[in-house]
């Protein structure tokens, strides 16, 4: 059974620091894509950060420059470091398993002062 949960989310002042984790079982982790996605209250949800197998990753465009995505292939971890946090950047966050069609619970990030 694919299963994806995700910690690490809170309430934190703008300007600061988070950092997601998402612990994934049930499939072949170290060979699949693992991304992570956000969305905020009225809005679509959008891609944050793609990490392929290799260690690759793709980041979207509002966090280039402030967020920071890994993976740790023994431990079947993604991790999403997000510094610099705005406003703008509240939103409940997903890991996802694009291959597996799979979601985690999601973690709400709320960044206000």
């Known amino acids: 059974q694919v299963q994806l949960v995700e910690s690490g989310g809170g309430l934190v002042q703008p300007g600061g620091s988070l950092r997601l984790s998402c612990v994934a079982s049930?499939?072949?982790?170290?060979?699949?894509?693992m991304s992570w996605y956000r969305q905020a209250p009225g809005k679509e949800r959008e891609l944050v950060a793609q990490n392929n197998y290799l260690g690759g990753t793709i980041l979207g465009e509002p966090v280039k420059g402030r967020f920071t995505a890994s993976r740790d292939n023994a431990k079947n971890i993604v991790i999403l470091q997000m510094n610099r946090l705005q406003s703008e950047d509240t939103a409940v966050y997903y890991c996802?398993?694009?291959?597996?069609?799979?979601w985690g619970q999601g973690t709400q990030v709320i960044v206000s002062s």
């Open positions: 049930g499939f072949p982790f170290s060979i699949s894509t």
């Open positions: 996802h398993a694009p291959k597996q069609n799979a």
